[in-house]
């Protein structure tokens, strides 16, 4: 079996180990959802390491994986490690590029066990898996097979489509749930395509004693497994409801497809992580583009659930509301953070609200009981499609507050200086192709779309303090450069989205600089009390250009924020291998160390039971979107924890 390597920092460590066990804290000390708490609000009360001592915060602990060194995966082509671990009852649960769950003690970063449902394979692939799910209740039977005691679950999804229920104590897989501890979640979505992409990428979400998946699958061709979204049963795995993000015959939202448009259509799919209101009994689903992302002509029409955030009752599947943030999508535009739900003060009332930041850079803020906008967004026109047999939307949404968080467009005057060699490259090589703008379809000739898939926020999603009301969003100023080629007759689509520099080319140099004017990366804070940004700042350096006396540049970023009672915003994401802690309130950076790689990855916080001490924890695993052939990113296996020394 592949082992972990972990070691410990031991001028970090306290002789209160030596003290025992001490009694459950609150669990809101714990970090026991990917966002913390089931609505993803990534907040958390613990303020041992705050403003004032952040700074002294020193290496804990350090575990390797050990994945990239294995012979089974081909050099080079390890997936970005994007996993957030859970913490309950001392133990880090969290899931790994080639679908194993690691379960350590979060204290000291000691292995506990290992579960790979690939351990056999001569071979291996990998994906990005962004963590796994815990469930806790009372079980007939438990999942180690033990009558009438209470029942500790772990879940997650793997890369072949899989959804396993773990053992919380032993990781081995549970009794009585599927088949051998697992179901096969393409039987009934993926059927006429055995061979199509259905992993899983996100962790599931949990409601009550409902287990809730989405999927990844392809964005190309048009016709596929389904993105249904469906709940089981988290004792037996059986199916219990199934929302259809793509509307069948007479069900509402069918009319917004033209003709067979709806039929067998992939993409319309939960990729990323969704979220819980528990005391309301509500789900939010963050519904993806339909496929094919780039061309619409055999789906004319708003094709709903597509780019929607869509509420459903957590119980049943049945729809509550819905708002499309993006009509008939033709850029990939989809939905990629998790729903954050959180309450706003207004008017001297308080609003319970869920907040969806996009790659848009848009922040879309709706009352989360109705789904009516707390803020107005406007319906405005946007260009028409010059691409035969192609029918773009005549108008798209967008929000009059908060404004957008990454500019809309893009000039010749926005272009770069920050080398001689770069404005250089810029100018001739997309000089003559600009202006750029958002929601400009593509067409047959070079086109700039700003921001583009990259660009805004992405899957990092947003986190929030509620004592300040603050928003804090990290996003990208990126955009994407491509036209649209006719195809062969017989092809599965008439029209493929590329360019000379590849299928999913950057607006950037060939450092990777992009190539309008800094900041390219910006941390922002939106105070969601009255729409306004409080305070933006960049987010990142460029060694190199720092190396000349070119200041914080600020860099493309993938991996979220969490915020903490301490008065802090901890956050990786960078593409410069940096962990950084702001402050709060102002923005100001208080705290930078260097990583083994890029920490693209959401980081998360406990209290250690027996060390009572403050533990942030991050995965730096570098690779990921960000990285090109000509331009590698380093990979590691890294998930360090950081906490303050002892007096």
């Known amino acids: 079996m592949n082992r972990l390597i972990c070691t410990l920092a031991c001028l970090l460590v306290s002789c209160r180990f030596a003290?025992?066990?001490?009694?459950?804290?609150?669990?809101?000390?714990?970090?026991?959802?990917?966002?913390?708490?089931?609505?993803?609000?990534?907040?958390?009360?613990?303020?041992?390491?705050?403003?004032?001592?952040?700074?002294q915060l020193r290496r804990l602990w350090t575990c390797h994986t050990g994945e990239t060194n294995w012979n089974s995966i081909r050099a080079g082509h390890i997936s970005a490690y994007e996993s957030t671990p859970l913490m309950v009852d001392s133990v880090l649960y969290f899931s790994t590029p080639a679908s194993r769950v690691i379960a350590l003690d979060g204290e000291t970063g000691k292995e506990i066990w290992i579960f790979d449902p690939f351990s056999d394979a001569q071979t291996r692939r990998t994906v990005q898996n962004r963590g796994v799910a815990y469930w806790e209740g009372n079980s007939p039977v438990t999942c180690s097979g033990r009558a009438r005691r209470t029942d500790k679950r772990i879940f997650y999804g793997t890369l072949d489509g899989r959804l396993f229920a773990l053992d919380a104590q032993t990781g081995k897989p549970c009794n009585g749930f599927g088949n051998r501890g697992a179901i096969d979640l393409r039987k009934g979505v993926a059927d006429g395509w055995p061979k199509a992409q259905y992993d899983v990428t996100s962790p599931p979400a949990i409601y009550r004693d409902l287990v809730i998946t989405g999927a990844a699958v392809q964005e190309y061709p048009s016709k596929g497994p389904s993105g249904a979204v469906r709940a089981f049963d988290v004792r037996t795995g059986k199916l219990v409801w199934t929302f259809d993000t793509v509307p069948q015959p007479g069900q509402l939202?069918?009319?917004?497809?033209?003709?067979?448009?709806?039929?067998?259509?992939?993409?319309?799919?939960?990729?990323?992580?969704?979220?819980?209101?528990?005391?309301?009994?509500?789900?939010f689903l963050p519904i993806g583009s339909p496929s094919y992302d780039f061309y619409g002509a055999d789906r004319r029409g708003q094709n709903l659930f597509g780019n929607s955030l869509v509420a459903l009752d957590a119980a049943t599947g049945k729809l509550i509301w819905y708002f499309q943030m993006v009509h008939h999508d033709l850029w990939d535009h989809d939905p990629p953070a998790p729903p954050s739900l959180i309450t706003v003060r207004q008017g001297g009332r308080e609003i319970p609200v869920v907040v969806q930041v996009t790659k848009m850079g848009f922040v879309f803020v709706l009352d989360r009981l109705t789904g009516k906008p707390l803020f107005p967004i406007e319906e405005r026109a946007v260009p028409p499609s010059k691409l035969p047999g192609e029918a773009a939307w005549p108008t798209q949404p967008?929000?009059?507050?908060?404004?957008?968080?990454?500019?809309?467009?893009?000039?010749?005057?926005?272009?770069?200086?920050?080398?001689?060699?770069?404005?250089?490259?810029?100018?001739?090589?997309?000089?003559?192709?600009?202006?750029?703008?958002?929601?400009?379809?593509?067409?047959?000739?070079?086109?700039?779309?700003?921001?583009?898939?990259?660009?805004?926020?992405?899957?990092?999603?947003?986190?929030?303090?509620?004592?300040?009301?603050?928003?804090?969003?990290?996003v990208n100023e990126l955009g994407s450069v491509g036209s649209m080629k006719p195809q062969p007759a017989g092809s599965p689509e008439a029209y493929v989205w590329g360019s000379q520099w590849g299928t999913y080319a950057r607006f950037w140099d060939k450092n990777h600089y992009p190539c309008q004017q800094p900041p390219w990366g910006t941390l922002n804070a939106v105070n969601l009390n009255t729409g306004e940004i409080a305070w933006k700042v960049p987010l990142g350096v460029v060694d190199e250009l720092e190396a000349k006396g070119i200041p914080k540049t600020g860099v493309p970023n993938l991996g979220g924020s969490i915020a903490t009672a301490g008065g802090l915003v901890f956050i990786a994401g960078t593409n410069d291998k940096r962990?950084?802690?702001?402050?709060?309130?102002t923005g100001k950076e208080l705290w930078v160390i260097r990583l083994e790689a890029n920490g693209h990855a959401t980081p998360m916080t406990f209290l250690g039971k027996r060390t009572h001490k403050q533990i942030v924890v991050i995965a730096a695993g570098g690779s990921g979107l960000l990285a090109t052939e000509d331009v590698p990113i380093e990979a590691s296996d890294t998930l360090a924890a950081f906490a303050l020394p002892d007096k």
């Open 398 to 474: 967008f929000p009059v507050k908060p404004p957008p968080l990454a500019r809309i467009s893009v000039t010749r005057e926005d272009i770069t200086t920050v080398t001689p060699e770069s404005n250089k490259y810029c100018l001739e090589t997309f000089g003559s192709i600009l202006p750029g703008r958002i929601f400009n379809p593509w067409g047959l000739e070079l086109t700039v779309e700003m921001p583009g898939t990259l660009g805004g926020a992405t899957w990092s999603g947003a986190s929030f303090d509620p004592s300040l009301g603050y928003l804090f969003v990290n």
């Open 579 to 585: 962990f950084r802690a702001f402050d709060s309130n």
């Open 19 to 55: 003290c025992g066990q001490s009694p459950s804290g609150p669990i809101d000390q714990e970090w026991r959802s990917y966002g913390h708490d089931p609505g993803g609000m990534r907040f958390s009360p613990l303020k041992q390491i705050d403003r004032s001592n952040v700074g």
């Open 253 to 283: 939202g069918h009319e917004t497809w033209e003709g067979d448009g709806w039929r067998d259509r992939s993409g319309t799919n939960v990729w990323s992580i969704m979220s819980v209101d528990t005391e309301h009994g509500m789900i």
